[in-house]
């Protein structure tokens, strides 16, 4: 393999290209940035955190932990913390957490009341029904200085390895029998991709993409569906962030009513598939295209090593059938169970729009969880 082409500069594009480069550091990378602001990955924070119901994705997880304690990526980590808080009905889902954490030699998560937020946050107003639990080793990352490091990172890569970093998207993507031959830009410009592994990163975008340039989708399940959430910024006074400072960081694990204020900023969208878990994989049709997407509302903390197993497949090496473009089982982890793709988000969005500023207009059809 001489020549990689990735295509989005997301979590899986920025993190294949450490990967492949830490792998192949001969080869030249080339690698087509166009962020959206509807993008997962252009968020401002994110929460790394090892606690799933599934035994696997907890394992991933403690991987992807090991890497932000460790590695030159800790710099943007802050460990302060998570008061995690379920509902009656969300309380097997924590059993399950304490029978992963068992089975990876992990002490069970001590359960609280709402006295966990008073010693925290010094308020009582916590309904005694729920269930509060501290996760002292989840920690917050500064994000976007996080990306933009990663982005000038891969953008030198590419200078380096004496591919280009092309600052467009990809309008479609041009082949002749089983192989990717060329990827025609926005711009109009004609990237030559004959003999060069082509990634496909490009998150919620997926099945778009793979729809303009008339290529099959991943099957049914498989296929990240486009997948929203509402985001809010809360403007504090000096007082206020005064007294939140090095505070955990708090999430509600159930359903929830929306408000629309005037704080509402927009969404944010992730690709969902069937079981949560990306699709990395070679497309069955083409001898050079490669689909990483799929991050299900979950894999911004698997940054430092996502990229592992797209650089596996790119190698032949076996990975996870839970990565596979048609897995033989299907055993969801269920991380999200209110957050799958369903109806048209962009009608959504627009209702949200057109309802900011009014103070009870809750839509009970839409859901909060962790993430
Ligand atoms: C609000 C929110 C909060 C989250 N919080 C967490 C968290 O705390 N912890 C956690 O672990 N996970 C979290 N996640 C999940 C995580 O952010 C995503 O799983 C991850 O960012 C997905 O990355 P990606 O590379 O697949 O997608 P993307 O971020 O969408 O990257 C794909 C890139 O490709 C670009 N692109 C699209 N089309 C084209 C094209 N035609 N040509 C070129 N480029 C193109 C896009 O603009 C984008 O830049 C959260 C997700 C959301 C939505």
């Not at 005064?242 to 969404?267: A, C, I, Q, Y």
């Not at 911004?300 to 839970?322: C, E, N, Q």
Request: charged residues 25%.
């Amino acid at each position: 393999m001489d020549r990689v082409i990735i295509i989005g500069t997301g979590v899986f594009g920025l993190s294949a290209a450490d990967h492949i480069l830490q792998r192949w550091p001969n080869i030249e990378l080339s690698i087509i940035s166009r962020p959206s602001p509807l993008a997962p990955s252009e968020d401002i924070s994110k929460i790394v955190r090892i606690d799933y119901n599934n035994p696997k994705r907890m394992e991933e997880a403690l991987g992807a932990q090991r890497e932000w304690n460790s590695t030159s990526f800790s710099k943007f980590q802050n460990e302060i913390g998570r008061v995690v808080i379920y509902e009656d009905d969300d309380l097997a889902t924590l059993e399950k957490i304490n029978n992963a954490r068992e089975e990876h030699g992990l002490p069970r998560r001590q359960t609280g009341d709402g006295t966990l937020m008073q010693k925290h946050f010094g308020t009582g107003m916590a309904p005694e029904s729920l269930t509060c639990v501290f996760a002292s080793d989840d920690s917050i990352v500064d994000w976007e200085t996080c990306m933009a490091d990663a982005r000038e990172r891969a953008k030198k890569a590419c200078t380096e390895s004496s591919g280009t970093f092309y600052e467009s998207g990809v309008a479609t993507i041009v082949k002749d029998g089983a192989h990717i031959t060329a990827l025609q830009l926005e711009n109009g410009e004609m990237i030559e991709a004959r003999g060069a592994q082509v990634v496909l990163a490009v998150g919620p975008w997926l099945a778009q993409v793979l729809a303009a340039s008339d290529i099959t989708l991943p099957p049914n399940g498989r296929t990240p569906v486009a997948t929203g959430l509402f985001s809010y910024a809360v403007q504090l006074d000096d007082e206020q962030a005064e007294s939140l400072r090095n505070k955990p960081m708090v999430s509600h694990n159930g359903k929830g009513r929306f408000f629309f204020t005037d704080s509402f900023t927009g969404s944010f969208r992730d690709g969902v598939t069937e079981t949560q878990d990306p699709i990395i994989a070679r497309h069955p049709e083409f001898q050079n295209l490669v689909c990483a997407a799929g991050g299900s509302f979950n894999r911004a903390k698997d940054l430092p090593t996502i990229g592992g197993v797209v650089a596996d497949v790119l190698g032949g090496r076996p990975v996870s059938d839970r990565y596979g473009w048609e897995p033989k089982t299907r055993d969801s982890h269920h991380d999200h169970p209110h957050l799958v793709g369903r109806g048209d988000f962009a009608t959504m969005e627009k209702e949200a729009q057109a309802q900011q500023g009014a103070q009870d207009s809750a839509a009970d059809h839409l859901s909060l969880a962790v993430i």
